[in-house]
T-cell receptor, first 115, second 109 residues
Framework: DAGVTQSPTHLIKTRGQQVTLRCSPI?????VSWYQQVLGQGPQFIFQ???????GRGNFPDRFSARQFPNYSSELNVNALLLGDSALYLC??????????????FGSGTQLSVL | GIQVEQSPPDLILQEGANSTLRCNFS?????LQWFHQNPWGQLINLFY???GTKQNGRLSATTVATERYSLLYISSSQTTDSGVYFC???????????FGTGTRLLVSP
């Protein structure tokens, strides 16, 4: 079975541009979460989606948005890119809504560089 | 919000040595996981361990929830163990994992 897949693996953008990152969860998993990892730090929670609805949001500006499709795949959009948005963006999937008694499984991430 | 601290921040070992990594958290949790991030950025889930002890090969983990800490033991370390180890906790209903600061491990041959 395939794990969590993310695309693209690397992306270079300039300030002010918009970017879309994609994630496909493990087959059967209905929950997708997005995390941002800045170099040298641990991942920080951005969003959780379950059954196509936003279920949680971290402390990120409105330039960050996401959605989940009927097949449970997800997209993360970032508008008006800033240099500080340069980071590794990680997608995680799990079976259910809550994380109690559940492991999260992460993709390999998308490395975004903003110049 | 909940705070997660890990120690030591950096660790250098010779191949074959044993090590203990520590994770302290500031509030009760209903989910605690240990991850290994390899040099390519992949986060590998090692343990789901909100309490008790688990073992998987050369790795084992213990969480003492009442005292708000968890330990990850690595025995007979190998060069492939190199990378960053993160502890992540959750104390809410949805999946906002809060990650610790990480322990960067380098195992030399």
């Amino acid at each position: 079975d395939a794990g969590v897949t993310q695309s693209p693996t690397h992306l270079i953008k300039t300030r002010g541009q918009q970017v879309t990152l994609r994630c496909s969860p493990i087959s059967g998993h209905k929950s997708v979460s997005w995390y941002q990892q800045v170099l040298g730090q641990g991942p920080q929670f951005i969003f959780q989606y379950y059954e196509k609805e936003e279920r949680g949001r971290g402390n990120f500006p409105d330039r960050f948005s996401a959605r989940q499709f009927p097949n449970y795949s997800s997209e993360l959009n970032v508008n008006a890119l800033l240099l500080g948005d340069s980071a590794l963006y990680l997608c995680a999937s799990s079976l259910g809504l809550t994380a109690t008694n559940e492991k999260l499984f992460f993709g390999s991430g998308t490395q975004l560089s903003v110049l | 919000g909940i705070q997660v601290e890990q120690s030591p921040p950096d660790l250098i070992l010779q191949e074959g040595a044993n090590s203990t990594l520590r994770c302290n958290f500031s509030d009760s949790v209903n989910n605690l996981q240990w991850f290994h991030q390899n040099p390519w950025g992949q986060l590998i889930n090692l343990f789901y361990i909100p309490s008790g002890t688990k073992q998987n090969g050369r790795l084992s983990a213990t969480t003492v929830a009442t005292e708000r800490y968890s330990l990850l033991y690595i025995s007979s370390s190998q060069t492939t163990d190199s990378g960053v180890y993160f502890c992540a906790v959750l104390n809410t209903g949805f999946q906002k994992l809060v990650f610790g600061t990480g322990t960067r491990l380098l195992v030399s041959p």
